[in-house]
């Protein structure tokens, strides 16, 4: 019989005890008393108790953890779960979504020396507004705020000719069908959707699903067209969910176990008990001289009378005191041990979030970490390459390739100044440093428009003449009689003899 068992029945034996003890007059059992108002104290809590995340027993999750390929529903449940109650999880993988910037352009490449160039300029403004129209930095962000938590992202493309949006598809409806382009494909399995919610699916969706009702189409399984539909997924090695962070499960578990401690250990240091002294038979070994309904009488007049923090415990033969249950001895910080080992478990620098010493530790934790989010810029690249080839843009005499700059709320200052130096030197990134500065080719081939016919900048927005912006045909600085100050001696002096004529 293990502890767990054998403490359960005890704690049965000492409840029947003290039952039959205040219902039959029977003398009462204080040490099963004493163990009662002890595990009351101290293991009466069913928030610890319980072993339940969400909708399963962390055995099931941990089993589910040891066998991911078969039981990925249970950690995608658990990981769903933990973002909703767990702070420390939301931030962990909020850290990584909210890492993205998103700045993005679009190259050229393979252009043949018969290439038409107004043919060539007309097509990559035409790519540049569709690109602009599709809301890229919105819809990727959506995206990426699931994939951590989650691991993958299955999406429909939903467009007119004006509006764009991705909606997402449950992936405990979906599979991972095959790769194109580097990328996966999804299939729906047409028979999980309901009736009810056909409506918020797209027209293509809903008509193949009328058409698999009708017996018009036989499987089940319906693949999107490429153009689409979209699905990344962060752990791109595994053809199966694994959330990045799920493995933090326990580690999560163990500090909210603490800060439940935490909070039961100081209402157990607040709590006292009052020994009351039963008086007893002198001549005869452990008689009460009173009868326990008698004393039951007075314990509850007792009772009534003191705050609920206080207890009282009858006892035979000892003199009467108070007790404290506060633990002195235990001195380390629980909550805090088990913070760390969170952060260390994610292998997030902790720096992050509550200071370090160390900016270098830092800087090179965060460039590590955005190996993550550079990954994931690598599989949106490829979707809006596959768009743009499947869509027709690219032509026979030149070709279009969509980039993403490896850029991060951390290092954007830097790629910034990578580019501007860059561009210093002559070297042709004049569209990167643009993009750095979250300029959209759109936004870049209007903006002389906007500048000059629409604001006029250079004709309406002259700033001040001063010595920052302005220079004379003569060297030096600025004399003293152009500022309409007067000259000291000495200045007077190196006037009258032309010092500086040469200077």
Not at 178 to 189: C, E, R, T
Not at 213 to 233: A, T
Not at 245 to 264: A, E, H, P, S
Not at 394 to 411: A, C, H, Q, R
């Amino acid at each position: 019989m293990n502890k767990k068992n054998r403490q359960s029945n005890y704690l049965k034996k000492d409840e029947k005890s003290f039952n039959n003890s205040i219902m039959n007059s029977k003398p009462i059992d204080y040490s099963a008393f004493k163990r009662l108002m002890v595990y009351d104290l101290f293991a009466n809590n069913t928030l610890i108790e319980s072993g339940f995340l969400g909708h399963y027993k962390f055995e099931d999750i941990e089993y589910a953890l040891q066998h991911p390929h078969k039981y990925w529903r249970v950690l995608l449940s658990a990981s769903e779960t933990l973002m909703k109650i767990s702070p420390h999880y939301y931030r962990l993988n909020n850290y990584y979504s909210n890492m993205a910037l998103f700045c993005w352009g679009v190259d050229l490449y393979d252009v043949k020396e018969s290439v038409n160039i107004e043919s060539l300029r007309k097509a990559y403004s035409t790519l540049s507004v569709k690109l602009e129209n599709m809301n890229l930095k919105h819809e990727f962000s959506k995206i990426f705020k699931t994939l951590p938590y989650q691991d993958v992202f299955c999406g429909l493309v939903v467009e007119n000719q004006t509006d764009f949006f991705i909606q997402q598809v449950n992936f405990s409806i979906c599979k991972l069908y095959k790769l194109q382009d580097g990328l996966y494909n999804f299939a729906i399995d047409l028979t999980k959707i309901k009736p009810q919610n056909l409506g918020s699916y797209p027209d293509y969706v809903q008509q193949i699903w009328l058409d698999f009702r009708d017996g018009k189409v036989s499987e089940h399984w319906y693949l999107p067209p490429s153009d689409k539909q979209i699905c990344i997924k962060l752990n791109s090695q595994w053809i199966y969910p694994y959330p990045m962070l799920i493995n933090l499960v326990r580690d999560i578990l163990d500090l909210d176990l603490y800060k439940k401690l935490k909070l039961q250990s100081a209402k157990t240091d607040n709590y006292k008990a009052i020994m009351m002294e039963v008086p007893i038979d002198k001549n005869t070994v452990d008689k009460p001289m009173i009868t326990p309904e008698t004393l039951s009488i007075f314990a509850e007049i007792n009772r009534n009378s003191m705050p609920n923090d206080i207890g009282l415990i009858h006892t035979l033969g000892s003199e009467g005191k108070a007790i404290s249950f506060k633990d002195s001895n235990n001195t380390r910080n629980n909550v805090s041990d088990a913070l760390d080992e969170v952060y260390n478990s994610s292998g997030i620098s902790q720096e992050l979030y509550n200071g370090s010493s160390s900016g270098t530790a830092v800087n090179l934790s965060v460039e590590n970490d955005s190996g993550f989010v550079y990954g994931v810029y690598r599989q949106f690249e490829r979707w809006i390459n596959r768009f743009i080839k499947i869509r027709k843009y690219n032509k026979n005499n030149f070709k279009f390739n969509f980039y993403l700059l490896d850029t991060t709320i951390f290092n954007r200052d830097n790629v910034i100044k990578k580019y501007k130096e860059a561009c210093t030197l002559g070297i042709n990134v004049i569209d990167k440093f643009l993009a750095s500065l979250d300029m959209t080719p759109a936004r870049t081939l209007n903006a002389y428009t906007l500048h000059t016919d629409i604001f006029d900048f250079q004709n309406r927005f002259i700033p001040l003449s001063s010595s920052y912006n302005s220079s004379s045909d003569e060297a030096g600085r600025p004399t003293n009689a152009s500022k309409g100050e007067t000259l000291d001696i000495a200045g007077q002096q190196t006037e009258d003899n032309d010092s500086n004529i040469d200077r």
